[in-house]
């Protein structure tokens, strides 16, 4: 069973609204900091949100004040909200955990969805 899987992909009219999830399973979702990435056509993946185990949240400049992240760990859920959207948001969206230790030692390696779909029709 995949460690990551999102969901909510689709097509959006621009100007629109859409929320993005990514379940946990088989990961301590608690522990790990979380990131959306996002791969346009012909691009590089780019970190485009973050949120920490407290809920501490940061933003590339391309999707600040337009995307939120946030997570309930009681669902072991991620979700990417995202408002305004624009045809540049066009990508597949992946979830990711990032890797770490606790305090003991104890090592919780990293972990990609595989991804979905977004499509921001102009």
């Known amino acids: 069973q995949a460690p990551l899987v999102e969901s909510g992909g689709g097509l959006v009219h621009s100007g629109g609204s859409h929320r993005l999830s990514c379940l946990a399973s088989?990961?301590?979702?608690?522990?790990?900091?979380m990131d959306w990435y996002r791969q346009g056509p012909s691009k590089q993946r780019e970190l485009i949100a973050k949120?920490?185990?407290?809920?501490?949240?940061s933003y590339h400049v391309s999707v600040k004040g337009r995307f939120t992240v946030s997570r309930d760990n009681a669902k072991d859920t991620l979700y990417l909200q995202m408002n305004s959207l624009k045809p540049e948001d066009t990508g597949v969206y992946y979830c990711?955990?990032?890797?770490?230790?606790?305090?003991?030692?104890?090592?919780?390696?990293?972990?990609w969805g595989r991804g979905t779909q977004v499509t921001v029709s102009s």
């Open positions: 990711h955990a990032e890797g770490t230790r606790d305090g003991s030692g104890t090592l919780y390696p990293e972990a």
């Open positions: 088989t990961i301590l979702f608690d522990v790990y900091a």
């Open positions: 949120i920490t185990p407290e809920g501490y949240t």
